[in-house]
């Protein structure tokens, strides 16, 4: 009787703890540290997190079968987090390239600012010190065109030549009235007839010679160079700024809530997510943003090929130094054709000057004798840095620019992979895989680009982003139009200039390397870069892409055969194998 009792006992006992034991399991399971973690990352409003998991959820995103600490609110407020988390981390890695940009963008033009205010105190002190009769009315109009071309350098509409003939025709009547043929110049004032005649006729006159057109020509294509860095860069800013305020698609941001916090719901909240499958959400995500990776690239380069051109034959620095002496000589040229000039003038102007009494012609000898032996002012003050300090500042600044930007040449390409990095994605063992927690990523892990999205199995793609597509398409028309106002760039010659100006720099550079040491030989014809040139270093205030040494390395110019040099030696001319045997016959009948 008590055996066929005991099994029964046994048996409604068991279930007992069985059910005991799925209602403690239940019950026991605490969302604690969901709720740490909900308030830690400020996902949202705290009581929105359940004290223990509930087994009677319906989830949207998050789905999985058991009990779960998560509810269709905190499902929300995940994907509100997750979008402002990840357009966070993009603007903090924007940020020191936007930075790069926007501190050389002004470094350039202070520097460029510098040299036109050098350059108008020299021409002043010419005008003041030799030509001292031209310096009050003169002086004006030495301003206004280095207004003007400071105006043309920070991208307004001014023309160079323009504003260089500008100049000479409003010093003409001066020139003619003070210089040519002293005396008259009460009959000339500035809106006299008179004046507005000489300033109308100046051109045709030619009193200047062809020191005007040289001056302007050598000005635009010096400061040409310059004008277009400075909108290149501003060009590169407002791409990075799209490039923060980027679009996230709804797709998109589910798959990040999948991958960021779906574990939390389980109460994984340390488990990371895979390597593998990061960088497809953050490949899928990103696709409209990496599409900027080929036309950024070509901009890259523009950037390099603008600033070697500065320091190529259409040099700046040393344009805007030599105005003064395109100044002097035409208003040399013009003292000594002066009898030529006034016969000119008096036959257009209708206005008899005659020859002054108390002037005898001079020759052309003894006119630059006593101009060059008058005594110069000061143009620039003992603690001001001198010209070959200031020509030393922008070679280094370009040279800087230059070894700075060569990192973040494939930017785009590299941001999924910084944007994992700072999830802590691994490629190590138990990791999240947006289902469960796995050993390895099993799944096929795709490219970048939209293309390479069709085959993504995380995140699904629909169409690029119309911001993106209007950012793409204003970059690369800039990048058409500067190569089509600048044919020319990428020159070797200017490249061989920069190297000289940055001779002092340390050995190892990348102008010692060979093809053997992994340099891209002169017709490879592609392009030959590390697996990441944008690579990411851990911080106390956080995360910031770290320099990488291989990548500071310049790109070198197509290598250009010197006429004159040396043929390279070679095994395989007939004439070297005769010599070769004909040496060791010799030394078997010698020894």
């Known amino acids: 009787m008590s055996r066929g009792i005991c099994p029964r006992v046994n048996f409604w006992i068991l279930t007992l703890v069985i059910f005991a034991g799925i209602m403690i399991d239940a019950n026991a399971y605490s969302c604690h540290e969901v709720r740490t973690a909900f308030q830690q990352r400020q996902v949202g409003p705290l009581q929105r997190v359940p004290e223990a998991p509930d087994v009677d959820v319906d989830l949207l995103i998050c789905k999985h079968p058991g009990p779960s600490c998560c509810n269709r609110k905190m499902e929300e407020s995940y994907q509100n987090a997750v979008k402002r988390e990840t357009l966070h981390n993009i603007d903090a890695y924007s940020s020191e390239l936007e930075h790069l940009i926007f501190r050389h963008l002004n470094a350039f033009q202070g520097m460029f600012q510098s040299l036109l205010s050098f350059s108008q105190g020299h021409l002043s002190s010419l005008v003041e010190g030799t030509y001292s009769s031209l310096s009050h009315s003169a002086l004006p109009h030495v301003n206004q065109l280095f207004s003007s071309l400071s105006f043309y350098l920070r991208g307004a509409n001014v023309s160079v030549e323009a504003a260089v003939h500008q100049f000479y025709n409003n010093i003409f009547p001066f020139v003619y009235t003070q210089l040519i043929n002293p005396g008259i110049e009460d009959s000339v004032t500035g809106g006299s007839e008179m004046g507005d005649c000489l300033r109308m006729i100046r051109q045709d006159v030619n009193p200047f010679g062809h020191h005007p057109a040289i001056m302007a020509q050598e000005l635009a294509g010096a400061l040409g160079a310059g004008r277009q860095l400075g909108l290149a860069l501003e060009e590169g800013l407002e791409v990075m700024n799209a490039t923060e305020h980027a679009n996230l698609s709804k797709d998109c941001v589910k798959s990040l809530v999948k991958m960021v916090f779906c574990s939390h719901c389980r109460g994984l ?36 090929q603008l600033i070697l051109a500065m320091a190529g034959h259409h040099s700046m620095e040393l344009a805007l130094l030599g105005v003064r002496g395109h100044v002097n000589e035409a208003l040399l040229y013009a003292q000594i054709h002066g009898p030529l000039i006034t016969a000119t003038v008096d036959k257009v102007c209708g206005l008899s000057t005659g020859e002054p009494t108390d002037m005898q012609p001079i020759s052309p000898e003894a006119m630059t004798s006593t101009i060059t032996s008058s005594p110069l002012l000061p143009f620039a003050a003992p603690s001001q840095p001198t010209p070959e300090q200031r020509l030393e500042e922008l070679a280094h600044l370009k040279r800087e620019f230059l070894m700075n930007l060569q990192r973040y040449k494939s930017f785009f390409t590299a941001l999924p992979e910084m944007l994992c990095e700072a999830e802590n994605a691994v490629d190590e ?93 002169s017709g490879d014809g592609q392009e030959k870069h590390s697996h990441k040139e944008v690579s990411i270093e851990q911080e106390s205030h956080g995360k910031q892409p770290r320099r990488d040494s291989t990548q500071e390395n310049l790109d070198r110019p197509p290598s250009v055969k010197a006429i004159g040099s040396s043929p390279p030696v070679t095994w395989l001319q007939p004439w070297s194998i005769a010599l070769l045997f004909a040496g060791h016959f010799l030394q078997w009948i010698l020894f």
């Not at 895979?274 to 070509?298: F, T």
């Not at 800039?478 to 200039?497: C, R, S, Y």
């Open 269 to 304: 909240t340390l488990i990371k997510p895979c390597m593998g499958y990061c960088l497809n959400v953050m490949r899928g995500c990103l696709a409209s943003v990496s599409e900027l990776n080929q036309p950024w690239r070509r901009y890259i380069t523009l950037l390099e």
């Open 429 to 521: 063992s138990t990791c999240w895989s947006g289902e469960d927690v796995v050993e390895s990523y099993s799944g096929r892990v795709v490219g970048n680009g939209l293309h390479a999205q069709r085959q993504n199995p995380e995140v699904k793609f629909r169409k690029m982003d119309s911001t993106m597509v209007e950012v793409k398409e204003r970059l690369e028309n800039f990048i058409q139009e500067t190569q089509e106002t600048f044919p020319k760039l990428g020159q070797t010659e200017a490249w061989e200039k920069l190297q000289e100006l940055g001779s002092g720099e340390e050995e190892g550079s990348a102008t010692d390397c060979d093809d053997e040491d992994g340099c891209q030989s």
